[in-house]
């Protein structure tokens, strides 16, 4: 392994994950959150029983494929909890990839290392509600000064960014909308991502929540829209 790094999926082409990129996908297991609503709840609950990747087979994959692949997208579960996430993009780095990382925005610390050494060339931001939600909607106690801390850091870093909620009724209204955008003013892009009723989520309870209607959700679009430079609504 490369130091503290824990593999266990990678998608080896994507036209969707890193906009305008064609990327790679690597995932990391274990999250220090437990939405109800996750798609990846293996990588949550029972990573230990997936196969791990080694990173030095990873790291030789996108070397045979630099002419076709231009970045690299770091997901999970929540990459910050991994200690060697600082050396693993460094070397992606050196090969010439892009790199964009998905985080829920807990550990600023570990964010402002990647943004400080330059090793970051997108970041999105799982976002999940306004800040008096985020306990609800994570079910656990989440340190909202450290939440307010990434969305600081990311807004300021001078980098390619978004801010993206997975939208249900459960969790997501109008007032919401509100809120958010009132926090988040001045970001570059916010997406709307439609919630999928689907057969792999961390609570199946969920597993029969109605989503929003696609002109719901234009409905919210419109609502953010003059916050942010843009808003996207996808899934839909």
């Avoid at 070397?63 to 991994?82: Q, S």
């Avoid at 609800?136 to 978004?162: F, W, Y």
Wanted: net charge negative; with cysteine; hydrophobic share 35%.
């Amino acid at each position: 392994m490369i130091m503290q790094v824990s593999i266990k999926g990678v998608l080896k082409t994507s036209m969707l994950d890193y906009p305008g990129r064609i990327s790679a996908v690597m995932f990391l297991p274990f999250c220090n959150l437990r939405c109800p609503f996750c798609h990846n709840p293996e990588l949550i609950t029972n990573p230990d029983e997936l196969d791990d990747i080694d990173p030095e087979d990873f790291i030789d994959f996108l070397k045979r494929r630099k002419n076709w692949l231009d970045g690299v997208v770091i997901t999970g579960g929540e990459p910050t909890m991994h200690k060697g996430l600082p050396e693993l993009i460094s070397r992606i780095k050196k090969l010439g990839y892009l790199v964009k990382l998905d985080s829920n925005g807990t550990n600023p610390e570990m964010l402002k290392e990647l943004l400080d050494r330059k090793l970051l060339d997108y970041i999105a931001m799982d976002f999940k509600s306004s800040l008096e939600r985020y306990d609800e909607v994570t079910a656990v106690k989440v340190d909202k000064e450290k939440i307010k801390k990434s969305v600081e850091l990311i807004k300021q870093s001078g980098i390619d960014h978004e801010f993206r909620a997975t939208v249900l009724p459960d969790f997501f209204d109008t007032e919401e909308a509100k809120k958010i955008s009132e926090w988040l003013k001045g970001a570059k892009r916010f997406a709307l991502q439609q919630f999928k009723n689907v057969d792999k989520v961390l609570d199946p309870s969920f597993q029969d929540k109605e989503s929003y209607t696609p002109d719901e959700l234009t409905a919210f679009k419109r609502i953010m829209e003059p916050y942010f430079d843009e808003v996207e609504v996808r899934g839909i």
